[in-house]
């Protein structure tokens, strides 16, 4: 749905300085996919989300929505995506109604009122429709904001930080509404520094610092980084437990911490019953075996920390 | 919908929601119509109970030598100082096009700017040249329908509280030719100054002062007009109107080339 080819630009705040925003940035996104977009700040995040919205030309490289060519079908491009921009954008003055409204007949809307009602009803909105927005909480301007972005049934959804801001309340609503336009089957950038948030809505994500990092499922990214670990607690360990757990087929190193053992291997589902089976023969009683795990936000920090 | 005239009708409703726009808008025509058609009405009263006085004050203006002159052909020197102030008036109906639409523009792109509306809003399949025509019209069709409308009730009052002569000055191709060639033209003037300092200012009466800069020279000539030592023509007119419009021309391009996507969402402060 979304395919980026060595996609660049760079801006010249000065003349004769030159700053890379975005470099060579290679991506392809699949139709109905939620992708989040990682990176630190001024890591070229919304530039890139500009960009894929023609809102900005790429100095170099290609991009193509919706099978559209970015820089030669913009208008096209415009009809299918939506885009929640960082701060929401609404006219403070206007209601909740007449600011939809306005967008709908700009994305040539068919039924504006059926169209507008339904969003405002489906975000909790309906009953404060005549109401001025300057009067609306952070939470309900953020709904009404993507209600906007949603208005047209845009086949692509740009989302720049959408929770941020937001109280948890507020927060955990958007992010309920954005699953249920996952199940829709929209196309979904996300564009987010919330971690938890990307790790629970996002089928896959990359990671961006002006260069592309690294793209993958949050569990794939972990592995990449952390490799998988069986943690194994027991009563008590001894040296010829760790040598015997050492030498077992797809363990790649044993390391002891009081009782407990850290053990790293390619399969965990296959080699935990032989760990397991191999101990108690050596007279070890054990108290619990998990999977380590690491969070996203290790990961992306390890991610960060690499590119540096 | 047209998208130039949804962007019109949105601005107007933005607008018409602050009362000090809304007020200065309307204030303005009727202060202009009342300063002029009071005047007049109150200089003739003053005249008609004390027609030697009158003549004084007149003659001491040095009108003698205007009366030489065909346009005054006839007239005695207090008709001739009332027509001088008249044609001063005037000056004052011209500033309705420039102060309205400076307002409107002003408030709408900085407007845009400080809600942070202009991103989403160029997301969407709009040209900016629509954006920027439905801007310019916002300010530019109640600018130029309220210059009309005031010259309008200035006429119907003119011809009630006046003298023929005065109205025969109204009517006169200065008075049509300024009212309905260089007001608009000054409105397109008013409405891209005002997109092209909104380009660079965030707030609003910074904009309204700077913008406020293009009435000086309207308000310069008019210490001439009042004196006597310049008077105003058809032809003059005409000529300033020529002027203005390849004025607008110019001011135009500089507009669109500041009012592209790119240029509005990386280089505008």
Not at chain 1, 77 to 87: D, M, N, Q
Not at chain 1, 141 to 157: F, G, S, T, Y
Not at chain 2, 132 to 147: N, S
Not at chain 2, 168 to 188: C, E, Q, T, Y
């Amino acid at each position: 749905m979304i395919v980026t080819k060595g996609l660049t630009r760079q801006f010249s705040p000065r003349r004769g300085s030159e700053i890379v925003a975005v470099d060579h940035l290679n991506l392809e996104i699949q139709r109905g996919e939620i992708f989040g977009l990682l990176g630190p700040n001024g890591a070229g995040k919304t530039t890139t989300v500009r960009m894929l919205s023609c809102l900005i030309a790429p100095s170099s490289g290609e991009a193509h929505v919706g099978g559209q060519a970015v820089g030669q079908d913009d208008r096209q491009i415009r009809r299918i995506v939506g885009l929640l921009t960082e701060s929401p954008g609404l006219y403070e003055k206007l209601d909740a109604y007449t600011n939809l409204a306005f967008y709908a007949n700009l994305y040539e809307v068919q039924d504006v009122e059926r169209q507008v009602k339904r969003y405002l009803d489906m975000l909790g909105l309906w009953g404060r429709h005549r109401e001025p927005v300057v009067g609306f909480s952070k939470g309900m301007k953020q709904k009404l904001a993507i209600a906007r972005a949603l208005i047209h049934e845009p086949q692509v959804l740009y989302l720049d930080e959408p929770t941020a801001a937001l109280d948890p309340e507020a927060a955990k609503t958007v992010r309920d509404f954005v699953e249920e336009l996952k199940v829709e089957g929209r196309t979904i950038l996300l564009c987010t520094h919330n971690l938890d948030e990307a790790e629970r809505l996002c089928d896959r994500i990359a990671v961006l610092k002006t260069r592309l990092i690294a793209v993958d499922t949050p569990s794939n990214l972990r592995r990449r980084i952390f490799g998988r670990r069986a943690q194994v607690r027991l009563r008590q360990v001894t040296p010829e437990m760790v040598d015997a757990v050492r030498a077992l087929p797809s363990v790649h190193g044993v390391e002891q911490a009081d009782s407990q053992l850290y053990i790293s291997l390619d399969d965990p589902d296959a080699a935990t019953p032989l760990i397991v089976r191999r101990l108690v023969e050596l007279g070890g009683e054990i108290q619990q075996v998990t999977e380590q795990t690491h969070s996203l936000e290790e990961t992306y920090l390890s991610l960060i920390k690499e590119a540096q | 919908m047209n998208k130039i005239w949804l962007i019109v009708r949105k601005e107007w409703r933005e607008v018409s929601r602050d009362k000090m726009i809304l007020w200065t808008s309307l204030l303005l025509p009727l202060l202009f119509v009342g300063m002029t058609i009071g005047t007049v009405y109150f200089m003739q009263r003053t005249a008609a109970s004390n027609p030697a006085a009158a003549m004084d004050d007149a003659s001491e203006m040095n009108i003698d030598q205007l009366m030489l002159l065909p346009e005054f052909a006839g007239m005695d020197p207090f008709t001739i100082m009332i027509v001088l102030l008249v044609n001063q008036f005037l000056l004052y109906y011209l500033l309705l096009p420039l102060m309205i639409p400076m307002f409107v523009a002003v408030y709408s792109i900085i407007g845009e700017k400080q809600q942070r509306t202009l991103e989403p809003l160029l997301a969407t399949p709009i040209s900016v040249i629509e954006l920027l025509t439905g801007k310019m019209l916002a300010g530019v069709i109640p600018a130029t329908v309220l210059t009309w409308a005031s010259y309008g009730v200035t006429i119907l009052l003119a011809y009630f509280l006046t003298t023929p002569e005065i109205l025969r000055v109204m009517l006169s191709p200065v008075w049509l030719l300024s009212i309905f060639l260089l007001a608009p033209l000054l409105s397109v003037t008013a409405v891209t100054v005002g997109v092209i300092i909104s380009s660079r200012v965030n707030d609003v009466r910074l904009a309204e002062q700077l913008g406020g800069t293009l009435v000086l020279p309207l308000v310069a000539i008019t210490i001439p007009i009042m004196m006597g030592k310049l008077l105003m023509s058809g032809e003059m007119i005409a000529l300033a109107s020529l002027a203005v419009a390849l004025l607008d021309v110019a001011l135009l391009y500089v507009g669109v080339q500041l009012f592209q996507r790119e240029t509005i969402l990386t280089r505008w402060k």
